[in-house]
């Protein structure tokens, strides 16, 4: 198949935009990076499957802050959908991160 039907079909893996998906683990896209190189690809040059997720913040855990910026930078330039729930740890890097593109904000559900 060529790379851009495969990347549609990939978009109707997720829910209907703008519902979240989590940002790891069953039914984010992320899933669909492990199946092969060339699925990798595909996702990673997908930008509409990276425009939305759902996360808690995890104090201490710089490799979630990571998650999170990849996942910024790999929605390009689409608005985004996030849901986000803050602990009550003080600075949140996470928050932070996603601050930065609130001008592509179309929805954003926080929970404090």
């Known amino acids: 198949l060529p790379n851009e039907i495969t990347s549609e079909i990939f978009l109707h893996f997720l829910p209907p935009y703008p519902a979240c998906p989590p940002l790891t683990g069953l039914g984010s896209p992320t899933s ?17 499957l990276w ?31 996030i849901e986000l729930v803050l602990g009550d740890e003080g600075h949140n890097d996470a928050f932070a991160a996603i601050l930065l593109h609130r001008e592509r904000w179309q929805h954003m559900d926080l929970e404090l």
Do not use: D, M
Not at 57 to 71: G, L, R, S, T
């Open 51 to 81: 425009r939305a997720f759902s996360t808690a913040y995890k104090a201490n855990q710089p490799e979630h802050i990571q998650a999170v910026q990849n996942w910024l930078e790999r929605s390009g330039s689409c608005p985004l959908s």
């Open 32 to 48: 669909l990076t492990h199946i092969c190189r060339k699925w990798r690809e595909i996702s990673w040059a997908t930008p509409k």
